[in-house]
């Protein structure tokens, strides 16, 4: 990933925050049809190596699962938020225009080696463990168990798991710190005026521009 010093981020709990608050993840692989890809949630476990460790479920009979078992390296890339800047909110444009618009956003790249799970058991803890961090915070959360057992043992029957333990990861979070402060300044505000997403990249750029782009 091509990371200017400016927006390279290479903390790892930041990176790690970053896959928990937005888990669907697009899983790249390339395999004997080509590359393929596919959003699919993650959960990380933090824990496991040194850089942490994904785990996730798909469909069986999703092509991309031959490309897994084959065990070539495989690419998950978490998407942030995103949102186009145009030019108007910069202090330079007023001083002397010479500004172009750009597009802020925030991802993580995650590289290694898919390893195939096909244990039922190890399926179950997946997605009893996705559905509990999803549905946690639910006045009434669902439960796998909630659903009649053999529904759920049907339903396992038709996904196949994959563990990928982390061996190399990028963070970019492209926010303006390659900006002025008066220009920072000026698209924070302007973000703040738009949807609940720019909102949420103006809160970002704020934070970046208060640590110094650190």
């Given at each position: 990933m091509y990371r200017p010093p400016a927006f390279r981020e290479d903390r790892l709990d930041v990176m790690h925050a970053l896959i928990r608050k937005h888990p669907l993840a697009m899983l790249v692989?390339?395999?004997?049809?080509?590359?393929?890809a596919n959003l699919i949630p993650f959960e990380l476990d933090a824990d496991a190596g040194p850089n942490g460790t994904l785990r996730a479920h798909l469909a069986r009979a999703n092509e991309q699962v031959a490309a897994l078992q084959a065990g070539a390296e495989a690419l998950?890339?978490?998407?942030g938020p995103n949102t186009y800047?145009?030019?108007?909110?910069?202090a330079a444009k007023r001083e002397?225009?010479?500004?172009?618009?750009?597009w802020n956003y925030v991802v993580v790249q995650a590289w290694g080696t898919p390893q195939v799970q096909d244990d039922p058991e190890w399926l179950r803890r997946q997605i009893g463990s996705l559905t509990r961090t999803q549905e946690g915070g639910r006045a009434q959360p669902w439960a796998v168990e909630d659903a009649p057992e053999p529904f759920i043992a049907g339903q396992v029957k038709g996904i196949i798991g994959v563990e990928i333990p982390?061996?190399?990861?990028?963070?970019k979070w492209k926010v303006s710190q390659n900006r002025a402060e008066a220009d920072r300044t000026g698209v924070a505000e302007g973000l703040q005026g738009e949807g609940p997403e720019a909102q949420a990249m103006a809160r970002i750029v704020h934070e970046r521009g208060k640590s110094g782009g650190a």
């Open positions: 692989t390339s395999g004997e049809h080509g590359l393929m998950v890339i978490f998407q800047i145009t030019p108007s909110w910069y002397h225009g010479k500004v172009v618009p750009t982390i061996t190399r990861i990028e963070g």
